[in-house]
Nanobody, 125 residues
Framework: QVHLVESGGGSVRDEDSLTLSCAGY??????MAWCRQAPGKEREGIAV???????LYTESVKGRFTISKDSDKNILYLRMNNLKPDDSAMYFC?????????????????????WGQGTQVTVAS
């Protein structure tokens, strides 16, 4: 397992922006994901970056969220623009042990074996 640490969450208003960070991914990373879980809902994948640079988003965030990475610092980012109340959730970064289940936002969160502690995002209307 890899020790991941998220930061950057907060309370914002509708249409505001936030940038989340995830520190600690290994230099030989082949797949990293951002997932989120709202109260009473299942955890869902929303964005992945797959070595060497393929990026995929789930439909609900496409065009608003941007995943990127700083390879020198081993930090993964999630820039979130035009936030909506439905985006309120705990946000996690995650890394799988292998690519048995692929590397897409649809990959079941239960198949990732390294998680951060999460960072809360709350969007008020």
């Amino acid at each position: 397992q890899v020790h991941l640490v998220e930061s950057g969450g907060g309370s914002v208003r509708d249409e505001d922006s936030l940038t989340l960070s995830c520190a600690g991914y290994p230099y030989n990373m082949y797949c990293m994901a951002w997932c989120r879980q709202a109260p009473g809902k299942e955890r869902e994948g929303i964005a992945v970056v797959r070595f060497p640079g393929t990026i995929l988003y789930t439909e609900s965030v496409k065009g608003r969220f941007t995943i990127s990475k700083d390879s020198d610092k081993n930090i993964l980012y999630l820039r979130m623009n035009n936030l909506k109340p439905d985006d309120s959730a705990m946000y996690f970064c995650a890394m799988p042990q292998d690519l048995t289940h692929g590397c897409t936002p649809a990959r079941p969160p239960a198949t990732f074996n390294s998680w951060g502690q999460g960072t809360q995002v709350t969007v008020a209307s």
